[in-house]
Structures are given as structure tokens and as C-alpha cells.
Nanobody, 121 residues
Framework: QVQLVESGGGLVQPGGPLRLSCVAS????????MAWYRQAPGNQRELVAV???????NYADSVKGRFTISRDNAKNTVYLQANSLKPEDTAVYYC???????????????WGQGTQVTVSS
């Protein structure tokens, strides 16, 4: 019943900004960590950024200083503000959230469908 829906991906020129959003919906008791991953064709999926319920964050070295992860707990939403984009940032970006439901009684990782980000002139 829980779904994560991403939006905001698309084509952007090098150096440009992009803002991704991910909204969790369904019968949700609590959302713990939320994160963004990315995967380019032929590459492994990598963690881009993670944020705790209290707002503590961690970033991959490749995006530090350029990307910012944030969340709105009241809206069950996580954001990724990506600035100074580079061609190597091109990938499918996936939203991830550790969510507790009443039915399961424990937390489970949920994934969004992915949104394509292409950085090219």
C-alpha cells in the first residue's frame, strides 16, 4: 500500500540546477531514514545522500558541496537539490525510505520508480 513517487528529473545543461522530489503515500506509521540513490547503465547503484528524521545528513564524496538533501516530515517528502551538475551525474535517481506500517509492525525499505537525470550540452 505504500508508494514513493518521484518527480523533477529531466535534461539539464552542465552547471545547471535540478530539484528532485519524492512523496511517500499510503498507510504509514513512521518514516525513518530517507535517501537518494543513483544508477547509470552498466554501473552499480550508489548512495548519493541520506537524511535522518532529525535532519542529520551524509553525502557521497562526488556530490558534497553541490547536492543538498532535505525533508518535510509533515508532507512525507524528501528533496534533492542538485547544483553545478556535471555529465557524470547522469543517471536514474531513486528515492528510498525506511517506513514502518501498522500491518507489518516493523520497518521496511521502499523504493520509488526512478527518475532520469541527463546532464548534457
Amino acid at each position: 500500500q505504500v508508494q514513493l513517487v518521484e518527480s523533477g528529473g529531466g535534461l539539464v545543461q552542465p552547471g545547471g540546477p535540478l530539484r528532485l522530489s519524492c512523496v511517500a503515500s499510503g498507510i504509514i506509521s513512521r518514516i525513518y531514514n530517507m535517501a537518494w540513490y543513483r544508477q547509470a547503465p552498466g554501473n552499480q547503484r550508489e548512495l548519493v545522500a541520506v537524511i535522518s528524521p532529525g535532519g542529520n545528513t551524509n553525502y557521497a564524496d562526488s556530490v558534497k558541496g553541490r547536492f543538498t538533501i532535505s525533508r518535510d516530515n509533515a508532507k512525507n517528502t524528501v528533496y534533492l537539490q542538485a547544483n553545478s551538475l556535471k555529465p557524470e551525474d547522469t543517471a536514474v535517481y531513486y528515492c528510498n525510505a525506511q517506513i514502518r506500517t501498522t500491518e507489518l509492525g516493523g520497518s521496511f525499505p521502499y523504493w520509488g520508480q526512478g527518475t532520469q537525470v541527463t546532464v548534457s550540452s
